[in-house]
C-alpha cells in the first residue's frame, strides 16, 4: 500500500514570496490533515479536511495561508506572503476515518530567508 | 490548558532498562490515544494506540490509558539504543471538536549503551 506522497521535499524561498505544497492521502483515506512542525516542537494541526470539507482550521492563519482539497483526494497548502517564522516543516497526514491514528507523509522543509 | 500535555524531558536510560513516557490531557471526551515515534529529520510514525482504559501490550511497548485522571503513558521494556528519538502522544479532541488529532510537545528519549 502507497503512503501519503507529499512534495516538494525541500523548499527555500524569500520572505513575501507564495509558495505551495500538494499532498495525496493514501488511498481511500477520508480524513487528511496538515501540521506544521517548528524544530523542537510537537506537530501543530494546520487544517482538518473530512473529504473535501473543512473540519478544523481553528490554527490556520488565514491572513496567509489557505488549503483546498479538491474532489476529497489531493491537497494542497498555499503561503503567501511567507514570513521568516514559517520556517518548519510541514506535514501531510491522512486516516481511515475521524478518530483513527493518521499515516504521515515524509514533509516539506520549508525555510524562508 | 494545553489539549495535550507531555514531559517534554530529555530522558536518558542505559540499555536494557525500561522507559517511562508520560502525558496528560485536558478533553475528558477524547476517546483515544496514539503514541507515534519520531526519529530524527523524519516524520511521526505511528507506534501503538490505545481506545479503552487499561493497558495495551505490543511486543516491548505498553500503553496505559487511565480516563479519570486523563493520562496515558507508553512503557518501552528492555530499551535499545535504537529506541532513541522523540516520542509524540496524541489524542483526538471529543465533543465538537470529534476528531481533532492533537500532539503533544513530544518527549526526547535517548537510550545508552
Known amino acids: 500500500e502507497a503512503g501519503v506522497a507529499q512534495s516538494p521535499r525541500y523548499k527555500i524561498i524569500e520572505k513575501r514570496q507564495s509558495v505551495a505544497f500538494w499532498c495525496n492521502p493514501i488511498s481511500g483515506h477520508a480524513t487528511l490533515y496538515w501540521y506544521q512542525q517548528i524544530l523542537g516542537q510537537g506537530p501543530k494541526l494546520l487544517i482538518q479536511?473530512?473529504?473535501?470539507?473543512?473540519?478544523?482550521d481553528s490554527q490556520l492563519p488565514k491572513d496567509r495561508f489557505s488549503a483546498e482539497r479538491l474532489k476529497g483526494v489531493d491537497s494542497t497548502l498555499k503561503i503567501q506572503p511567507a514570513k521568516l517564522e514559517d520556517s518548519a516543516v510541514y506535514l501531510c497526514?491522512?486516516?481511515?476515518?475521524?478518530?483513527?491514528?493518521?499515516?504521515f507523509g515524509q514533509g516539506t522543509r520549508l525555510t524562508v530567508v | 490548558q494545553k489539549e495535550v500535555e507531555q514531559n517534554s524531558g530529555p530522558l536518558s536510560v542505559p540499555e536494557g532498562a525500561i522507559a517511562s513516557l508520560n502525558c496528560t490531557y485536558s478533553?475528558?471526551?477524547?476517546?483515544?490515544f496514539f503514541w507515534y515515534r519520531q526519529y530524527s529529520g523524519k516524520s511521526p510514525e505511528l507506534i501503538m494506540f490505545i481506545y479503552s482504559n487499561g493497558d495495551k501490550e505490543d511486543g516491548r511497548f505498553t500503553a496505559q490509558l487511565n480516563k479519570a485522571s486523563q493520562y496515558v503513558s507508553l512503557l518501552i521494556r528492555d530499551s535499545q539504543p535504537s529506541d532513541s528519538a522523540t516520542y509524540l502522544c496524541a489524542g483526538p479532541a471529543g465533543g465538537t471538536s470529534y476528531g481533532k488529532l492533537t500532539f503533544g510537545q513530544g518527549t526526547i528519549l535517548t537510550v545508552h549503551p
Open positions: 497526514a491522512s486516516s481511515y476515518e475521524q478518530g483513527r491514528g493518521a499515516f
Open positions: 478533553d475528558r471526551g477524547s476517546q483515544s
Open positions: 479536511f473530512q473529504n473535501n470539507g473543512v473540519v478544523d
